[in-house]
């Protein structure tokens, strides 16, 4: 691992691709920026934009317009996909990586891409771009443009949704598990983040598959070579993945309604409950209340005896009470 200072500015790594299709050349970090080019060919530089030197880089860079310099600087979290000018430029959205873990957090990568260069961007390491880096590393001779390392950065990405999906899925059939058991237990909590991030994805995903769309129609003129036969194969692999995610967002809704319905019927049995005990103790308290009433001449209030009738009449009205409710078949 090279642990020299980077001479590029918020460098996190650069390969340098021969025009030949041999095996892609790794940069040092000591390696100057003019050597990116030397020999032909295309290089891939994937920076870092904690690094406020990035900027002042990109200007120096030859064949970057200034929109596209903004779209490999912009702080925006939303996917943006242009072609123009023979340039390919725009914002993807990937998962986080931590440094021990892969996360289901979305996190950006920035891009721009011509016939001499791939340009990658971010704040927070991902997962999608750390595969395809190691890729990079183990088939080398697979990239003779940078359209295809491009498509290999979606691919990958397609690669993390349908990780997440198989999660997700694990998680929901765990929940599921729970909720049609017979003991009462409330999953609602459990399945908000689940439902949350399979929301998240599939908005991401079906506004990275409209942009896809959209630059494949664009002008020949306008397009890097060979971007028109990468997006179409992009297009169909993410629609696939769009199909199981969709089918999972419904999963979990209907999940949802199911723990709901569980919820609500639990409910209504506690008030069923509640209302039988209401009933029964309904005649109880009109024979105590007339027997505690103020009022003179009330029954059996001379002579001894008198609690034992009493007690006699609350137990024959709640026998009355519970008559009633299983001839009008309450109970």
């Known amino acids: 691992m090279d642990t020299l200072p980077a001479n590029i500015p918020g460098l996190v790594?650069?390969?340098?691709?021969?025009?030949?299709?041999?095996?892609a050349i790794r940069l040092p970090n000591s390696a100057p920026q003019a050597?990116?080019?030397?020999?032909?060919?295309?290089?891939?530089?994937?920076?870092?934009?904690?690094?406020?030197?990035?900027?002042?880089?990109?200007?120096?860079?030859?064949?970057?317009?200034d929109d596209a310099k903004a779209a490999l600087t912009t702080r925006d979290t939303h996917a943006a996909i242009t072609v123009d000018e023979q340039l390919l430029y725009g914002t993807l959205v990937d998962c986080q990586?931590?440094?021990?873990?892969?996360?289901?957090?979305?996190?950006?990568?920035?891009?721009?891409?011509?016939?001499?260069?791939?340009?990658?961007?971010r704040l927070q390491p991902l997962r999608s771009i750390e595969r395809a880096r190691a890729l990079v590393e183990k088939n080398p001779a697979k990239f003779e443009r940078p359209v295809d390392l491009f498509e290999i950065l979606?691919?990958?990405?397609?690669?993390?949704?349908i990780s997440i999906v198989?999660?997700?899925?694990?998680?929901?059939?765990?929940?599921?598990?729970?909720?049609?058991?017979n003991s009462p237990r409330d999953e609602r909590r459990r399945l908000a983040p689940v439902r949350r991030t399979v929301v998240r994805l599939h908005r991401h995903l079906r506004t990275v598959l409209a942009l896809m769309r959209r630059a494949?129609?664009?002008?020949?003129?306008?397009?890097?070579?060979g971007f028109d036969d990468v997006a179409g194969r992009l297009t169909s692999r993410l629609e696939t993945v769009d199909h199981d995610i969709y089918a999972l967002q419904d999963r979990a809704r209907l999940l949802h309604e199911e723990i709901?319905?569980?919820?609500?019927?639990?409910?209504?049995?506690?008030?069923?409950?509640l209302s039988i005990m209401t009933a029964f103790l309904l005649p109880p308290t009109l024979v105590t209340g007339f027997f505690g009433m103020n009022t003179a001449n009330l029954p059996f209030a001379e002579g001894s005896g008198g609690t034992e009738y009493a007690v006699a009449i609350i137990i024959a009205s709640i026998v009355l009470a519970w008559w009633l409710l299983k001839r009008v078949r309450i109970l």
């Open 97 to 121: 990586r931590e440094f021990d873990r892969e996360t289901a957090d979305l996190g950006w990568l920035h891009f721009a891409i011509s016939d001499r260069f791939i340009i990658t961007t």
């Open 260 to 273: 709901d319905s569980k919820a609500s019927s639990e409910t209504n049995r506690h008030l069923y409950i």
């Open 216 to 225: 494949a129609a664009s002008h020949d003129d306008e397009m890097p070579f």
């Open 166 to 181: 198989m999660e997700m899925t694990e998680e929901l059939n765990v929940i599921e598990d729970f909720v049609y058991d």
């Open 35 to 65: 050597e990116l080019t030397d020999g032909g060919g295309f290089y891939w530089l994937h920076l870092n934009l904690a690094d406020a030197r990035v900027p002042g880089l990109l200007d120096s860079i030859v064949g970057l317009n």
């Open 13 to 23: 790594w650069a390969y340098r691709f021969p025009p030949d299709g041999g095996k």
């Open 154 to 161: 979606v691919i990958e990405f397609q690669r993390t949704l």
